[in-house]
Every structure is written in structure tokens, then in C-alpha cells.
């Protein structure tokens, strides 16, 4: 048996969602009918014998009449009816005659000598007569001692019970039947919705993810299905516009790590050449001449600088962008007005052809910044507004403090940067101008530099620009003014002792890109 109801339940487990629904609701109606159907043949059996009780009970008034007037029941009521008069006053039933009784009496005596025994006025029996059926018997007393027993078949009420409960279990198996079948059509229909909402999810798992350029073009776009199906519907949809931007995000960061491991491998492959190439004139001793051998000496020093720089910043940015695991700022008291004029200093005497404006406010605008990392801001600004610029063009330098905030911003007069390429000035490598050459553009690293180094601080870095006028704009929070210069000193010590145990001794640099850096100041990069 058991293995009989887990086999169902295997099967019934395998069924769809509307079937299950369609034949549990049949489920659910059939007992509903049965509940129904046997209240309805109850009450009905029970008003039938009432009816017939009250027939039973008007006849015997003029059957009563009849005894009295002649001592038994002359006068026949209705067909297949019998009545009896019973002489019970010494103490045994004795029929009278005539009278009209079937060949078993039993119940005829019985129920005349439980009346008497009971000293009740009428008393009521169901019995079955031999040959004869089911009769609903009754009985009361005409004159003292003299009891009138009267019988009616009760075949006409169990007919009549017998077709209302064949009609009941037709009209109820062709109403379960049709709310089967209809009610299968209307949950099919109803849960539509969800099909497309399943056959979506086997298209989007059958669409290959890996793709770098991957995009989910599915939707349940389906109406209908009422509040929850709609609920469900826009809840599917919200994820599948999450999972595609994340896709998306995920394609775009992709795209954009092959590009920079591309330019990266670009930019350290020139270097890397020029060194390989000058090692070979050594090795095979094509440069004897001590004044070519100096001049190959400084070039392949060159090189390995430009080419150390470029591993710093790239450096640099992997700290930056790991910020999280390693801090890589030493935050510090400063002037801004005395970094700022400190690249300007370094800006007119490596960019003489540039003429250069500093304003700034009358007093100083101390913050905690990491200088050098700060001034290095402010070198490769400068530096990306020469290099991109034609001589002559002038420049401008302004330092201002509101509203909790101090901003720097640099300016110059130059031919202004396209619309198409303001988004994309901040990427790594990225270049306006691709045939400008690298000892003229640089690497494409100073205002990703430049723009890493502000987000480290918390602050912003802004463009915008138009024929003749480029301005960034650099935004940085004030902090509370710091009166425990004790406490930054200590800090400052623990810190450069902190970092000549690592080996990693942080100093400024004097601008972004290669080809874009002055010359080295005495403080200059590690």
C-alpha cells in the first residue's frame, strides 16, 4: 500500500503546475458535492416521512371515527395501506375484524403493545413486512383499551430518494467533469505569464554569458495575470536588467583591461627595445668612440628612467585601486597655496614658453593632503596644459576655499579638448591625439594619475572645455583645523620610519607622463 500512495505521489509530483491545480480544485468539489448532495438527500427524506407521518395522522382521524362507530375499520384510505384495530385491555393485543393486514402481523401487535406499555397517545415504528417492504407504522389509542394500528409503504419515498441521489451524482459528475476541463483551460491561461516567464529563463540559460560583449535581449513583456503575476513579472524583469548592466559592466571592464594591458605592453615594449638594442651595440662593440658611448650610455639611462616612471605610476594605480587593502597615502598637514606655488615655480622654469598666472586667496589653505602625492596633481595639470598647447598660449592657476571645501583649478587659453573625448581623458593610455609621439604626448597616464590621486583623497576632479578655454577643476574637502602639531610631527615619524622599513620612501613627482615631467627636482621621485 505504501508503495501504492508513493508511486501517486511520484506521479502526481511529476505533474505540471495547472493540472495539480485543476485536479485538486476537482478534488476540493468533490467533496463539496458529496457534503452537499448528502445534506440534500437527508433533508428530503426526512421531509418526505413528515409528509407522510402527517397523511398517516389525518387518516387515522377518520379511521378513529370508523372504530368508534363500528368497532373496527371498515372504510379502506389509501392503496397499499393497511389498518388494523387492536383490542389490548387484557393485556395481549387482540386484532378485530375485518381488517385489512398482510400475512405478517408482528408488527402490527408489537407496535399496538409497546403504545400500551408506553401509556403514550401515538407512537411511530419502521418495520419490514415479509412479502410486503418497508412500512412506516403508526398507532394511538381510540377509546380506552382499543388501539388503531395503520401502515403506509414507504417504496414511494425511497424512489424518490433513489432518483434525486441519481440525479444528484450525474449533474455532479458532468459539473466536476466541466470544471475540470474548463478550470485546466482557465489556469493554463491564467498561468501563461509564468510559462513566459520560464521559457525567458531557459532562453537566457541557453545564451552564452561568456561572450565579452554578452547582453540579455529577453523579457517577459507578457500582460495579464493579475497583481502577483505582474508583481513577479516586473521583479523578473528588474533582475534581468541587473544582471545586464552587470554583464555590461563586466564586458566594458574587460575591453577595458585588454586595452590597458595592450598600451601597457605598447608603452614598455619601445623602452624595452631601445635598451636591448643599445646592450647589443656594447656587446658587440660597435660603440668604441668615447663621446658615442657616452651618448649611448645617457640614451639607454634615459630609457630605463621613462621606463622606471612608467612602472611607478602603473604602480601607483594598482595601489590606488586596492586602496582598500593598503593605504596608500600619508596624510599630513599642508598649505595648498604653498603647493601650488611650488609647481608653479617648477612649471616657469621647465615651461618658459608658457606664461603662467597664479591667484590665490590671502591667506592659507591648510588641509591634510599627502603633499608630494598632491604636488603631483598639480605637476601633471600643468604639464597636460603645456604639452597639448601650442606656445605662447597662457595658463592660469587659481586656489579658492568655500563652503567647506578648497578648489584648485588650471586653466589655459589652448584649442580646447573635442566633446567626444571629455569622457575618456581620465582612461589610461588614452590619447587625444594618436600620432602625437611619446617623447612628445607621453604615455597617456597623467590625468588618470592625476584624477586616481584626487579620488584618494576624497575629493573630485572636473573638466570643461570649449574653443580657446580648458579648465579642471580640482575639489577637495576641508578638514578641521589641526592645532596638535605634536601629534602630525609623531605621526609623520612613525610613518617614514614605517616606510624606510618597507623600503618604499614616498616622494613627489614632478608630473604624469614621461615626456610631460621637468627634470627631476632635488626632492625628486623615489
Not at 389498518?83 to 378485530?96: I, L, T
Not at 417504496?155 to 432518483?163: A, F, K, L, S
Request: contains cysteine; proline residues 6%.
Amino acid at each position: 500500500m505504501s508503495r501504492v500512495l508513493g508511486r501517486i505521489r511520484h506521479i502526481y509530483g511529476r505533474l505540471r503546475l495547472g493540472t495539480r491545480l485543476a485536479l485538486g480544485l476537482g478534488a476540493l468539489s468533490l467533496v463539496v458535492f458529496a457534503v452537499v448532495g448528502t445534506v440534500l438527500t437527508t433533508y428530503m427524506h426526512d421531509y418526505l416521512e413528515t409528509q407522510l407521518a402527517d397523511r398517516m395522522e389525518s387518516a387515522q382521524v377518520v379511521q378513529a371515527e370508523d372504530a368508534v362507530e363500528h368497532g373496527a375499520v371498515q372504510r379502506e384510505t389509501y392503496i397499499g395501506w393497511y389498518q388494523a384495530v387492536y383490542d389490548v385491555s387484557g393485556g395481549e393485543p387482540q386484532v378485530r375484524s375485518p381488517s385489512a393486514l398482510p400475512e405478517d402481523t408482528s408488527a402490527f401487535a408489537g407496535l399496538a403493545g409497546q403504545l400500551v406499555r408506553d401509556r403514550a397517545e401515538d407512537a411511530y415504528a419502521t418495520r419490514t413486512i415479509d412479502g410486503e417492504g418497508t412500512y412506516r407504522l403508526r398507532a394511538c389509542e381510540v377509546q380506552p383499551g382499543v388501539v388503531l394500528v395503520t401502515a403506509a409503504p414507504l417504496h414511494d419515498i425511497e424512489n424518490t430518494v433513489t432518483r434525486l441521489v441519481t440525479v444528484q451524482v450525474i449533474a455532479f459528475a458532468v459539473a466536476l467533469l466541466a470544471l475540470v476541463v474548463f478550470g485546466r483551460r482557465m489556469l493554463r491561461r491564467g498561468l501563461k505569464p509564468l510559462s513566459d516567464m520560464a521559457s525567458t529563463a531557459h532562453g537566457i540559460a541557453s545564451h552564452d554569458l561568456s561572450e565579452s560583449a554578452a547582453r540579455l535581449p529577453l523579457r517577459a513583456d507578457r500582460r495579464g495575470g493579475g497583481p502577483e503575476v505582474e508583481e513577479l513579472r516586473t521583479a523578473f524583469n528588474t533582475m534581468l536588467e541587473h544582471i545586464d548592466d552587470s554583464l555590461a559592466v563586466r564586458a566594458e571592464a574587460e575591453q577595458r583591461l585588454r586595452r590597458f594591458v595592450a598600451d601597457a605592453s605598447h608603452e614598455l615594449r619601445t623602452p624595452l627595445m631601445s635598451v636591448r638594442g643599445y646592450a647589443d651595440l656594447f656587446q658587440y662593440a660597435a660603440a668604441n668612440a668615447p663621446e658615442e658611448r657616452d651618448r649611448h650610455l645617457s640614451r639607454l639611462r634615459a630609457e630605463a628612467a621613462r621606463m622606471g616612471v612608467l612602472l611607478d605610476d602603473l604602480l601607483m594605480l594598482a595601489r590606488l585601486d586596492a586602496a582598500e587593502v593598503a593605504a596608500p597615502l600619508r596624510l599630513a598637514p599642508a598649505d595648498l597655496v604653498e603647493l601650488v606655488r611650488q609647481a608653479a615655480d617648477a612649471f616657469e622654469a621647465t615651461r618658459p614658453e608658457h606664461p603662467l598666472t597664479v591667484t590665490t586667496g590671502p591667506g592659507p589653505v591648510r588641509l591634510a593632503v599627502d603633499a608630494p602625492r598632491l604636488r603631483q596633481v598639480l605637476d601633471n595639470l600643468l604639464a597636460n596644459a603645456a604639452v597639448h598647447t601650442p606656445p605662447g598660449t597662457r595658463v592660469a592657476v587659481a586656489v579658492t576655499a568655500a563652503d567647506g571645501e578648497a578648489r584648485v583649478s588650471v586653466t589655459d587659453s589652448g584649442p580646447g579638448i573635442p566633446a567626444a573625448d571629455r569622457e575618456r581623458v581620465f582612461d589610461r593610455f588614452y590619447r587625444i591625439d594618436k600620432a602625437r609621439s611619446r617623447d612628445r604626448g607621453g604615455s597617456g597616464l597623467g590625468l588618470s594619475v592625476a584624477g586616481a590621486l584626487v579620488r584618494a583623497h576624497g575629493g573630485t576632479i572636473e573638466l570643461t572645455s570649449s574653443p580657446g578655454r580648458t579648465v579642471f577643476t580640482v575639489r577637495l574637502p576641508l578638514g578641521e583645523e589641526r592645532d596638535e602639531r605634536g601629534d602630525w610631527e609623531g605621526r609623520e615619524g612613525r610613518e617614514d620610519m614605517e616606510c624606510r622599513a618597507d623600503g618604499d620612501v614616498p616622494v613627489p613627482s614632478t608630473a604624469g607622463d614621461p615626456a610631460e615631467r621637468p627634470q627631476p627636482q632635488p626632492s625628486g621621485r623615489r
